[in-house]
């Protein structure tokens, strides 16, 4: 099974048949993809201009679109060197029950789904790296109120996701899935009541 460097040399070749260019770049998402595999296909084709189902976009489109999904597969690879790190200090010192980040981060391994999208139509606009920069920040930080991403207040809680968890906070502006550890306990609580509100 080819890794997600040797995808990207496909993508890249120009020897290569346009359709193996093509779903190489599909194939890189089953490796890293931020959103889900849909929302981050549906964002890399928005962001380089070429729709979801064009069987034969413009290579020059392709690799825009896996250059600014290998970035944010190098924000999010620093992260977790550095997160690995971290933990391997603290429990050297003795910590050896993770906190809640931790237990957020071990359900994002690798990078799937680290700003869920349930709706792979409604995702952020900006670039991954600077949607994964934000969310880093946001976990490095105290809790806030807001969503990492946008900075939208309309958190709504949603049951049923297509994702580990399968219910937790979605920003109603940009419809990534909120980490809970960002979000102080009046924030969930909030958004669960925003839940009850648009349900009665």
Do not use: N
Request: hydrophobic share 35%.
């Amino acid at each position: 099974m080819a890794g997600f460097r040797s995808l990207a040399r496909q993508v890249r070749d120009p020897r290569c048949d346009l359709a193996l260019r093509r779903y190489s770049l599909r194939k890189c998402l089953e490796k890293f993809a931020p959103y889900g595999h849909r929302a981050t296909w549906d964002h890399l084709c928005s962001r380089a201009g070429f729709g979801p189902e064009d069987r034969s976009p413009d290579p020059a489109r392709l690799v825009a679109a896996l250059e600014e999904l290998e970035d944010a597969r190098d924000v999010w690879l620093a992260y977790e060197t550095d997160f690995t790190e971290r933990r391997r200090k603290e429990k050297h010192d003795g910590l050896r029950r993770p906190g809640s980040v931790d237990d957020w981060h071990r359900l994002t391994w690798g990078g799937f789904g680290v700003a869920w999208c349930d709706d792979p139509r409604v995702h952020p606009g900006e670039s991954l790296a600077v949607v994964l920069r934000r969310l880093i920040a946001a976990l490095e930080r105290a809790p806030g109120s807001s969503c990492p991403v946008c900075d939208g207040e309309r958190l709504v809680w949603r049951y049923g996701l297509d994702h580990e968890p399968s219910s937790g906070p979605v920003c109603a502006d940009c419809g990534i899935l909120v980490p809970r550890p960002v979000l102080t306990s009046r924030a969930l609580e909030y958004a669960r009541r925003e839940r009850l509100l648009m349900s009665a």
